[in-house]
C-alpha cells in the first residue's frame, strides 16, 4: 500500500458520547503526559484503577534489569480487586458473567455469587494444603468454573498455569513438571460441538508419564458426568469440596511483584517456554486497556470469544473486564455449532455491546455465511454492538471490511489489537473515540507504550521503512521472567545488541504519513495458526521422536487463506521415500503422532517427503527455500550450493 493510499482510507474514529479517550487530542496529551514522565504516568494509573492495601512508594524500579520491576512495596490482592471491593460498592447485584453452554444452557452469576463461590473454592484449595506461592495447573473447560478457580487461586496468592485443552498429555505433563504443581484442576470432560473430550482422563495420562510427583491432588469438576477412572489417592470431586466450605475468605495481601500466572508459550527454540507475570502491574494493565482499548461504560455486555487457556482469556476474560465490574459473557462452545450462526445469535440473545474476536474466526464465518444464507449476519439483530475487536494474527483487509459492514453495521469502530502472551495486555492499538482507523493497521501504541520500529543494531528506522519491533520502555504488564530460567528470559527478550529494548519477535512497519504501525509478522521460527502460536522446532522434534519411521524433519509456515499460517513439514524417512497412498497413509499416521505429541493445533496440513533436506554445503537446512516451495513458487535463489537439487522437486508434491 502506498503511503498516500493509506492517508485516503483513514476512517473517521467513532463519534462516542463520553468516550474514556475522546479524540486524538486527548490521546495525545496522554502521550505527552507518559512522555514527560513514564514513572508518574503509570503511578497514577495504578492508583486510579486498582485498589492497594498498602499503597506503594515508587513506580519503575530498574535497578535490577531487564528484571523491572513496578510498584514493588505496595501490596494487593487480585481477586479482591475483581470481586470484594465491586460489591463493597454496592455492584452485588450485578451480573458478572453470563455463560452459554455447548447446548445453549445459559448460567448468570451476579458478582456476590461469584465472590462466594470463589471464596469456597480459595477455602476448599487451602484446605487441600495449597498455599502462597504454590504453582496449581489448570486443565478444565470453559466454564464459570474455570474463572472461579483463577481467582481463587489469585486470592490465597497460588500462582496458577492454565493449559489449553486441546494439548495432549505429553504437553500438559511438561507444563506440569516444569511448573512443580502441587494441584491440577480438570473438569471430567469438556463439550465443544455437541461432543464430549477428555479432560480428566488426559490428566491421568500425563501423570502416569512420570515427573508429576509434585501433584497432591486432582480436582475434578463435574462438567459431563462421562465415565472416568478414580484414582482415589488424589481425586477429589471440586464440588465435594466446596460444599462446606465457609463463603468469605480473607484475601492474602501480596506484594505487587507477587507471581499472578505462569503461562507457557512456544518461542522459535527448545521447550515452551513459562511467561511469568506479575499482580499489580499485570492486573493495571488488563483493567486499563479494557477500559481504553474497548471504551467499556457500566452498562456493556461485553464478549472475548478466546479461550483462558490463552493470554486473551486471562486479561480479557478473567481479569480485565472483571476487575472493571463490567458484564461479560463466557462461551463454552464454538462458533459453527449447531451452525456458523451461533456466534450472531448469542450477540443478539444477550445484547453483546463489545464483541472481542480473533481474525480466523471471521474468515470461517466469512466462507460459512456466503456458502448458507441462514447462518449470514444479516438474519440477526447486531443493533446491540458498538465495538468490534480483533486479535492474535494479523487481520486483512477484505475480513476487515466484511466485520466492519456485517457485524458492525459500518458504525462500529474496529480495534485491531496487537499484543503478545509476553506484553500481558494490549500493546498497538486504535482507541475507539480517538483513532482513525485504516483496515489492517493496529495504528498506534496505546498510551504509555514506547513501541517503536529499529534496525538489527537497535537503531531507529525511518518511517516507510521496515524493521524490528521493540519496545524501548519498561511497562507494568510485562513478562518478568521465564520460569525457572532467568537466562533464557534474557537473551529472549533482552539481546544485547538492541540496547536493552524488549525484542516483540515480529517485524513491523511504520506508515510514512500516519506512523500507523503495520504488523509484518514473526522474525524468528514461531509460526501462527488460527491465533495460535508454535514453534517450527517443537514440531520438528514431534516428527523425529517418530523414530520407527521418521530420520529428520523441517517445519515452515506457508500463508493459508483461513487459518493466516498453515503447517507445512518435510520429512525424510528411514525407509524409501513413500509415493501415492502409501505417501498419503503415513502422512496420516504423522499427524496423529503430532496431535498426540503436541495437540492437534499443531498438525501439519502439508506433509511432504523426500530423500534428503535441501541442505548448505556446510549441512543448514536451507529454510528459505522450503518456505518458498511450500508456497509453491518458482525458486529464484541460488542453489548452486545445494547437494540434491532434485530433492526440491520431491518437496513440491504435498499429500
Ligand atoms: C503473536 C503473539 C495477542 C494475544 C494472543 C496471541 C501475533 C497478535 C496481532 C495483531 C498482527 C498479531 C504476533 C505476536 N499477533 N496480535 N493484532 N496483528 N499480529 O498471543 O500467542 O503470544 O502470539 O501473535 O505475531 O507476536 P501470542
Keep these: ?315 480479557y476474560i478473567t481479569y480485565g473486564p472483571l476487575a472493571l465490574g463490567a458484564t461479560e459473557v463466557v462461551f463454552e462452545g464454538v462458533p459453527t455449532f449447531p451452525d456458523a450462526g451461533r456466534f450472531w445469535k448469542m450477540i443478539q440473545d444477550h445484547k453483546v455491546s463489545i464483541f472481542y474476536t480473533a481474525p480466523t474466526a471471521i474468515r470461517s464465518l466469512i466462507k460459512a455465511a456466503e456458502s448458507n444464507e441462514s447462518v449470514h449476519p444479516r438474519r440477526y439483530d447486531l443493533s446491540s454492538l458498538r465495538i468490534l475487536g480483533s486479535v492474535g494474527e494479523p487481520i486483512n483487509p477484505a475480513a476487515w471490511e466484511w466485520y466492519h459492514e456485517h457485524i458492525g453495521g459500518g458504525r462500529c469502530p474496529i480495534v485491531d489489537t496487537f499484543w503478545q502472551t509476553e506484553t500481558g495486555g494490549h500493546m498497538i492499538t486504535p482507541l475507539p473515540g480517538a483513532t482513525p482507523l485504516v483496515p489492517g493497521s493496529c495504528t498506534l501504541p496505546f498510551p504509555g507504550i514506547a513501541a517503536a520500529i529499529v534496525d538489527e543494531m537497535g537503531g531507529d528506522v525511518p518511517n516507510g521503512q521496515g524493521g524490528i519491533l521493540v519496545v524501548k520502555k519498561p511497562w507494568p504488564s510485562m513478562i518478568r521472567t521465564i520460569w525457572g530460567d532467568p537466562e533464557r528470559f534474557k537473551s529472549s527478550y533482552f539481546p544485547p545488541e538492541l540496547k536493552g529494548y524488549y525484542l516483540a519477535g515480529d517485524g513491523a512497519i511504520r506508515d510514512a504519513q500516519t506512523g500507523y504501525f503495520t504488523i509484518t509478522g514473526r522474525i524468528d521460527d514461531v509460526l501462527n495458526v488460527s491465533g495460535h502460536r508454535m514453534g517450527t522446532m517443537e514440531i520438528e522434534s514431534a516428527l523425529v521422536s517418530c ?51 503436541i495437540g492437534p493445533i499443531a498438525k501439519p496440513k502439508d506433509i511432504r517427503f523426500g530423500d534428503n533436506l535441501p541442505k548448505t554445503r556446510s549441512g543448514k537446512i536451507m529454510r528459505r527455500l522450503l518456505r518458498a516451495v511450500a508456497k509453491g513458487e518458482a525458486i529464484t535463489q541460488d542453489i548452486s550450493t545445494l547437494e540434491n537439487p532434485a530433492v526440491l522437486e520431491q518437496l513440491a508434491q504435498s499429500n
Design 1 to 315: 500500500m502506498s503511503t498516500n493510499d493509506a492517508k485516503n482510507r483513514l476512517i473517521p474514529a467513532a463519534d462516542i458520547r463520553d468516550a474514556h479517550v475522546p479524540g486524538m487530542s486527548a490521546y495525545n496529551e496522554l502521550v505527552a503526559q507518559a512522555d514527560a514522565n513514564h514513572d508518574a504516568y503509570w503511578s497514577r494509573l495504578a492508583r486510579e484503577f486498582l485498589s492497594w492495601r498498602t499503597p506503594f512508594t515508587k513506580g519503575l524500579d530498574e535497578s535490577q534489569a531487564p528484571f523491572f520491576k513496578w510498584f514493588e512495596d505496595g501490596t494487593l490482592n487480585v481477586s479482591y480487586n475483581c470481586l470484594d471491593r465491586h460489591v463493597e460498592n454496592g455492584l452485588g447485584d450485578k451480573t458478572a458473567i453470563i455463560f452459554e453452554a455447548d447446548d445453549g444452557q445459559v448460567t448468570r452469576i451476579n458478582y456476590r455469587e461469584l465472590l462466594a463461590r470463589t471464596c469456597r473454592m480459595a477455602n476448599a484449595l487451602k484446605a487441600r494444603g495449597v498455599k502462597k506461592g504454590d504453582r496449581v495447573v489448570l486443565y478444565m473447560s470453559m466454564s464459570i468454573e474455570g474463572v472461579v478457580v483463577m481467582q481463587a487461586c489469585a486470592r490465597i496468592g497460588a500462582t496458577h498455569s492454565v493449559v489449553f485443552g486441546g494439548f495432549s498429555a505429553q504437553s500438559l505433563r511438561d507444563r506440569i513438571q516444569d511448573a512443580g504443581a502441587v494441584m491440577v484442576v480438570t473438569a471430567d470432560e469438556q463439550v465443544r460441538g455437541g461432543k464430549p473430550l477428555p479432560l480428566k482422563a488426559v490428566v491421568d495420562d500425563a501423570i502416569a508419564m512420570g515427573g508429576c510427583e509434585s501433584v497432591a491432588n486432582v480436582l475434578v469438576y463435574r462438567r459431563s458426568g462421562g465415565a472416568i477412572h478414580w484414582h482415589a489417592a488424589r481425586d477429589r470431586w471440586l464440588h465435594e469440596e466446596m460444599q462446606d466450605q465457609p463463603e468469605t475468605c480473607e484475601p492474602e495481601w501480596v506484594g505487587a511483584e507477587h507471581p499472578l500466572f505462569v503461562l507457557y508459550t512456544s518461542g522459535s527454540t527448545g521447550k515452551p517456554k513459562g511467561v511469568q507475570h506479575s499482580s499489580g502491574g499485570y492486573l493495571l494493565h488488563a483493567a486499563l486497556t479494557t477500559q481504553w482499548t474497548f471504551d467499556l461504560k457500566p452498562n456493556d455486555v461485553f464478549w472475548c470469544t478466546a479461550d483462558i487457556g490463552w493470554v486473551t482469556g486471562h486479561t
Design 547 to 597: 523414530t520407527a519411521l521418521v530420520a529428520e524433519a523441517a517445519v515452515v509456515g506457508r500463508p493459508d487463506e483461513t487459518t493466516g499460517e498453515a503447517i507445512c513439514a518435510f520429512v525424510v524417512l528411514k525407509g524409501p521415500r513413500p509415493r501415492g497412498d502409501e505417501a498419503k497413509k503415513i502422512a496420516t499416521e504423522l499427524r496423529n503422532w503430532v496431535a498426540k505429541e
